[in-house]
């Protein structure tokens, strides 16, 4: 699976197009997050996107993540363990995966384990992870570990309740998308078919 060569032609310009997506400066703020989430569990990885893939590539990382926002003991992936063998890898990452849909993060905005795993598409892994952190710090459930400003915050829903005279009062008015009749009269205006008068 890994052991792909380079590709050429249109092949080539899509995944230039698809690395040149990926973030450096989301990639910091994604691994301080990870790292003050997890705690003393998780070692530094090395910088740059080759640095960040190897790091999470086994998904225990990923798994770590996703059962410190849940409280203890609570966790969706009950059995973590590092391994080398790549289909222990991939399960791992799968299982991580269902988890962050559980968790709340919509279907389309997660991403496929061979993106991770090969390293195919790490800008649509930080976008999963950056929507999982926005995730947490909107549930506020005090499980959230580093600053809330890292993160775009999530819209939520802000219900409006109107009295049935609140509605009728409303129907009565003509808003003003709709134009306006203010000024609008006929007069000046000839008859139809009369030729009009240049002076």
């Known amino acids: 699976m890994a052991n792909r060569g380079p590709s050429y032609g249109l092949s080539r ?31 530094q990885p090395a910088p740059g996107r080759d640095g960040f893939q190897q790091w999470l590539k086994d998904g225990t990382v990923l798994c770590r993540l996703i059962n410190s926002l849940h409280p203890r003991g609570q966790g969706p992936v009950a059995k973590i363990q590092a391994s080398t063998m790549a289909f222990k890898q991939m399960e791992q ?4 995966l269902q988890a962050a849909e559980r968790y709340g993060i919509a279907a389309t905005d997660i991403f496929q384990t061979v993106d991770l795993w090969e390293g195919k598409n790490m800008a649509c892994v930080q976008r999963t992870l950056m929507n999982l952190g926005s995730l947490a ?57 009369m030729p009009r008068q240049i002076l």
């Open 137 to 193: 710090v909107a549930k506020g459930d005090g499980l959230f570990v580093g600053d809330p400003n890292w993160f775009p915050k999530k819209s939520q829903e802000n219900r409006r309740v109107f009295s049935e005279d609140k509605l009728k009062e409303g129907q009565s008015v003509i808003g003003l998308q709709m134009g306006t009749n203010r000024g609008a009269s006929q007069a000046g205006m000839t008859g139809y078919g």
């Open 13 to 43: 310009e899509v995944q230039q197009k698809i690395d040149r997506q990926y973030d450096p400066e989301l990639e910091q703020v994604l691994v301080r997050w990870i790292l003050a989430q997890c705690g003393g569990d998780v070692a």
């Open 93 to 96: 990452i799968s299982q991580f």
